[in-house]
């Protein structure tokens, strides 16, 4: 790893969560969660690629994907890394003002350090709440060959942050925050 250009030449897969069929949460004003997580995509894959990674999609586009055809495509492109995003949500009967912010999951303990830098710089550079790292067995962070990790970059259902999601600027930040802690992660 070059610590002046530690992303080039590295693969990372990015999965957008959700599209077509299956929208995710949907906020107050009708926006589709799939859709915030595919811009906040390909925003991320246009700084990493300047950055010199060699940048994957899962979905480019407001499509469905199935969860193991996910885990196909990225095996098939045998990355160092795979990050799933999304946009939260509660149950029903959940409270947005209580439960709310950025979290990180992961699986495999090989993947947790790499969870923890990238929640770490998301909380730094975006200023939400701390949601908590976790291990959870989901389809994209059990079944992956890579190191896998699932962001939760805040709650369709909180006011503020749900405003925070809808603005250009606050998901450019996003994705500038997961390069940057894909950056340390790789020079520590």
Do not use: W
Request: hydrophobic residues 35%; aromatic residues 8%; glycine residues 6%.
């Amino acid at each position: 790893i070059d610590a002046k250009k530690p992303l080039k030449n590295i693969k990372i897969v990015i999965d957008p969560g959700h599209g077509g069929k299956e929208p995710g949460a949907v906020g107050p004003t009708r926006v589709k969660e799939s859709t915030i997580n595919l811009d906040v995509a390909k925003k991320l894959e246009k700084v990493l690629k300047d950055s010199g990674a060699q940048v994957y999609m899962v979905r480019d586009e407001d499509v469905y994907v199935d969860l193991y055809d996910r885990i196909k495509y990225t095996k098939d492109k045998s990355p160092l890394f795979l990050i799933s995003l999304h946009a939260n949500a509660l149950p029903d009967g959940g409270n947005p003002e209580l439960k709310h912010g950025t979290s990180v999951f992961y699986y495999y303990p090989q993947a947790k350090n790499f969870a923890g830098t990238i929640q770490k710089q998301m909380l730094l550079e975006l200023g939400t709440k701390d949601d908590g790292m976790n291990k959870r067995s989901f389809v994209l962070t059990r079944n992956s060959s890579c190191l896998s990790i699932l962001i939760e970059m805040a709650y369709m259902v909180h006011p503020q942050e749900y405003t925070l999601l809808l603005d250009d600027n606050f998901r450019q930040k996003v994705a500038n925050s997961i390069k940057h802690g894909l950056e340390k992660y790789l020079i520590e």
